[in-house]
C-alpha cells in the first residue's frame, strides 16, 4: 500500500501517523446517536494552488446554509483509491446540497476543474463546539464491497466494543455518506476521526498491534477500496 505525502512533512512522521491511525477512520458506529446533525456534508480535497480560489467561494457557498467545520493542510495519504496528491482539505456543513444545483457547481467551478476531489451528502458531525486544537485527523473514503453487509455491521460492531474500552482509542467526529461526487466515483462514506494530538495515536498503535490486525481484516473483507488521508487543521479551525 503506497504513501503519498507532502513536502512539508517529513516522511518518518507521515508515515508514524498514517501507521498510528490507520484502520480506525472506518469505526463510527460507536457513539453516533449522540451527534450533532446537518442536512449535508461536503468534503473536499484540492491543491495548495487551489487554496485562493477556494476561499473566494466560501462566500458563495454561504448562500446554501454552508459552514467550513474543518479545514487545513494534508499530511499524507496511504490506500488504493486515487485522490491524487491533495495538499489541504475542507470539511463543510450545509443546510443543503451544493453539488447537486448547477448554482453550487457554478461556485466551485475554479476549485473542481482544478483536479479537487468532492465528496457530498447526508452528515451527521459531533462535538460541534469544541476547536481542532492539536488534534491529529484522519479521513478515510471506503467503498465497500456489500458481498455479507450483516457480517460487516457485527465485525463494526465488534471492534468498535473492544476500542470503546481501550485507553487512547480514536474519537468519532463526524461522518458523510457519498451521495455525489466529483474527481472520483462516487464512495459510500467519509469518515471522520482524531486523536487529541499525534502521541496519542502512537501510543494506541504501540499498545494494541491485535486491534490493528482485526481492522485490517475488516478493511479486506469488506471493502473495495480505500484511501486513509492524514490531516493537520488550521488554528482556529
Known sequence: MSVKQTNRYPGRAVKSA???LCGFAGLVAAGT????TASSGLFILHSNAQNEAFTQ???GL????????RRGAVAGTQGGLDVGAPQRFVLLSC???????ATGRDTLAAVLQGGAVAVEGPILLQKATEAAGERAYIFKISRYNNADPSAR???????NAVAADTPDAWANEGFVAGLRAAGIETPDEV??????????GERFRNANQDILQQVG????DHLVEFVYIAAVPDQGS
Open 33 to 36: 446517536a449522540a451527534g450533532q
Open 217 to 220: 481484516a475488516f478493511n479486506r
Open 18 to 20: 498514517l501507521a498510528a
Open 57 to 59: 467561494s466560501i462566500s
Open 62 to 69: 454561504a448562500d446554501d446554509g454552508c459552514s467550513v467545520w
Open 95 to 101: 443546510d443543503d446540497g451544493v453539488l447537486g444545483k
Open 153 to 159: 455491521e457485527n465485525d463494526l460492531a465488534k471492534i
Open 191 to 200: 469518515v471522520v476521526i482524531h486523536y487529541e494530538d499525534r502521541k496519542q
